[in-house]
């Protein structure tokens, strides 16, 4: 009976409990980056020449030299220690989703025993953490552990704050002893190398002169789900595996449509606005925050920027908010599909290209069809997820984001991009070899004098394509919720560095016999022939498109991740990402074990987690209530009456299906005798996930006939609705 004691005294303690004090929000002016040592702050403590060196490498990604870094080094460390920071770490984002951190204290003692801070440059270019400690998909072995932290200097040092002290955090690159990238950032840097240097070629041949570096930049829109931590304290499953392993749908769920942007319970907005706080303080531009689709899910998106000091600071957003929500009383879900049934989170990461001289290229302007440049740079985004749609879904492969592709709630797993119908009619018109002018989208009227009329969107969004034109940007809306963000920029620069390069190499040849806009239209029409079925306006989610993508498109269905993790193997993913520079055969082939490796993994804890709920808390609940049913049954016979036994019927033949599928379970789960990782990925996706449903099937339709007293797990109608 303690299990449902404590589901019954959590809704207790939630309902019963007393508001929680926090201090009064500042006014943005006052908090704006005070725990960032961004260049506003180098510029006050660095002399003038060193300050000259810092910001052209933060902005053109130029090398910094030694003494350069010596100087900066010096006003880090005062700025920390006057924010009361004893330690430093490099921080650095290995190949998984989370965030790693090694601390060191400032603290140096000389020859009469006391006690100095000190930081050098060369403590600031260079840390050493174990290389073999992590997932590294056998770059490094035990025996050769050695691995290095490098400062990245384009990404600003922040102070992390605990309830007694300060940490100067420096986001930092993680390599092998032998210089192969161990990490996430190092292949994100790269790959906007590789992209900046297509680019250009492609701006000479249009004839620009003055061209500055290109960055590519991103907002990641963030969705999450909030449950009070009394609940979460009481499933094993969201604690440990994320998600819920049983439990049936509610009477009401998001049937209604009545929660996305609706008003925000007011302890979650004082949530909100704490969290929001913080990120200001770490210069993160939080922009927007609402309700999402689903009862307890909610969503946050920051202002654009620099894509790697964006992917930085959505790391740095994710632990910002798993902390803020504990000191709240909530556990916050990232998982993709925290509950069956229920709408799960994703990550919809906004992307686009730009530098300081041409502005953003893919923008398109008042008159798309008059932009060269724009209908080029767009041209290549549709050749490259076209090309490379199977890479792109290797990207956003988890055992998460596998339950939410291709529900109706996240894009399809069939890579596609939208454009909308002004841009769609361009890009068909210059399939047949024409630029005509395009239309807008006119004026909206509602015939009120007290509406103002405004100008139209051009085009309409569709919330069914994975790889969606938003007005000046493409939004990859099949981003797990959980993910870093950094392998699907990696992804969709070196896509975009790959096909710049096919455009000046055919703009080029063109170019000598045509004049400028001719060529871009030859160039653009031979891409579309051959890259065209790719674009699609349609609902993404209906049958017919499922049927068409893949029959007379050739596009690829890749439903799971043991389907999607293989494209990383491809000659033509190998040849991408070797001929860009952007990842070495090795440095690929490791991430293909460590990804795969991740997911066998989580399905196997998922597995165990099961069996344990199945067996420790579901069927002693069962059994309880099936002696309570018989006692009854028995004492009202004693009177002469005689109850139906359906009831008791049925919570016996699920209890019984419960252990068998179980019991299956637990014999393929200790099963590694496989020929490789990929068998191993089919035996976890055909097998384990299909055998978990099976006892999930049981232990649901146990919740619905087991009285309710007895029943040990907090339901869904608990978890999203009380707060």
């Known amino acids: 009976m303690s299990g449902n004691q404590t589901r019954l005294q959590a809704i207790d303690q939630i309902t019963n409990r007393a508001p929680l004090s926090f201090e009064k929000t500042k006014p943005l002016n006052q908090i704006w980056a005070t725990d960032v040592f ?66 060191d204290a400032f603290i ?52 992390q704050h605990t309830a007694n002290g300060a940490t100067l955090m420096i986001p930092s690159v993680f390599m092998s002893w032998t210089g192969e990238a161990l990490d996430k950032k190092i292949p994100l840097l790269r790959s906007n190398s590789a992209m900046d240097k297509a680019a250009q070629k492609v701006l000479k041949l249009m004839g620009e002169k003055d061209i500055a570096t290109l960055n590519s930049s991103c907002g990641p829109e963030q969705e999450y789900f909030l449950i009070d931590e009394n609940f979460a304290n009481s499933r094993p499953d969201l604690l440990f595996a994320g998600r819920t392993l049983f439990g049936a749908a ?99 990461v906004n992307w686009s290209v730009g530098n300081s001289t041409q502005g953003n290229l893919l923008d398109p302007g008042k008159t798309p069809h008059d932009n060269l440049q724009f209908l080029l740079f ?62 807008n989208g006119g004026e909206m009227d509602l015939g009120l004098e007290q509406i103002l009329n405004f100008e139209r969107d051009p085009g309409d969004r569709n919330r069914t394509s994975p790889f969606a034109f938003t007005g000046n940007r493409f939004e990859f809306r099949a981003v797990g919720s959980e993910q870093s963000i950094s392998g699907p920029l990696v992804a969709m620069n070196t896509m975009l560095a790959d096909s710049l390069n096919w455009i000046a190499e055919k703009l080029e040849a063109a170019l000598k016999t045509q004049d400028q806009t001719a060529a871009v239209i030859s160039v653009l029409k031979e891409l579309m022939e051959l890259h065209g079925n790719a674009v699609f306006g349609g609902d993404g989610y209906s049958e017919e498109w499922h049927r068409a993508a893949v ?102 033949e699920h209890t019984n299906g419960l252990l068998a599928a179980v019991a299956k379970l637990e014999t393929e789960v200790v099963k590694h005798d496989f020929a490789d990782v990929e068998a191993h990925m089919r035996h976890s996706a055909d097998v384990l996930c299909p055998l978990m449903l099976e006892a999930r ?9 087991v009285a309710d007293e007895l029943w040990p797990l907090p339901k869904y109608s608990e978890m999203l609705f009380i707060k």
């Not at 403590?45 to 910094?64: C, D, E, H, P």
């Open 38 to 103: 961004n260049l506003q702050k180098m510029e006050d403590a660095v002399s003038k020449n060193a300050f000259k060196a810092i910001k052209k490498t933060v902005q053109t990604g130029q090398a910094l030299d030694a003494t350069t870094a010596d100087v900066i080094a010096a006003a880090m460390k005062e700025w920390a220690l006057s924010k009361g920071a004893k330690y430093f770490s490099h921080v650095f984002y290995p190949m998984t989703n989370i965030t790693a951190e090694k601390h």
């Open 108 to 159: 140096l003692t000389n020859s009469e025993g006391n006690a100095i801070n000190e930081f050098t440059g060369s403590l600031l270019i260079k840390g050493e953490p174990d290389g073999s400690s992590f997932p590294n998909g056998s770059l490094r072995m035990t025996n050769a552990a050695r691995g290095y932290t490098a400062w990245d200097p384009t990404s600003p040092a922040y102070i």
């Open 250 to 348: 509610p009477a009401k769920g998001q049937q209604f449509d009545d929660h996305y942007f609706g008003a925000i319970p007011a302890r979650v907005q004082v949530f909100m606005q704490d969290f929001e706080d913080k990120l200001y303080k770490l210069g993160i531009p939080a922009k927007t925050h609402h309700n999402e689709v689903a009862p307890g899910q909610f969503e946050i998106a920051p202002y654009y920027g620099a894509a790697n000091v964006g992917a930085d600071q959505q790391q740095l957003l994710m632990t910002v908010m798993k902390q803020t929500a504990k000191e709240h009383g909530f556990l916050c879900l990232l998982h993709e599909k925290p509950f069956a049934g229920i709408n799960g989170s994703g990550k919809h």
């Open 378 to 439: 767009c041209g290549a985004v549709i050749r490259g997820v076209h090309k490379y749609g199977p890479l792109l879904r290797a990207v956003i492969a988890s055992a998460g984001n596998d339950h939410r592709l291709g529900a109706n709630e996240a894009p399809p797993a069939i890579l596609s991009v939208y454009l909308g119908d002004q841009l769609e009619k361009v890009f068909a018109d210059i399939q047949e070899g024409k630029l005509t002018d395009s239309t």
């Open 551 to 652: 029959e007379e498109r050739g596009l690829k269905n890749i439903p799971t991740t043991a389907d999607a993790l293989p494209a990383f193997k491809s000659a033509e993913v190998i040849e991408l990402f070797t001929s860009t520079g952007v990842l070495t055969a090795v440095e690929l082939a490791s991430r293909y074990e460590v990804y795969a490796e991740q997911y066998n993994l989580a399905i196997e804890v998922e597995a165990k987690l099961v069996s344990d709920i199945a067996k420790t808390k579901i069927y002693p609940a069962a059994i309880a209530y099936l002696s309570e049913l018989t006692h009854a049954s028995a004492s009202v016979a004693d009177l002469g009456i005689e109850l139906d036994a359906t009831i008791t019927k049925q919570v016996a």
């Open 697 to 705: 099937v049981h232990g649901d339709a146990l919740e619905l006939l």
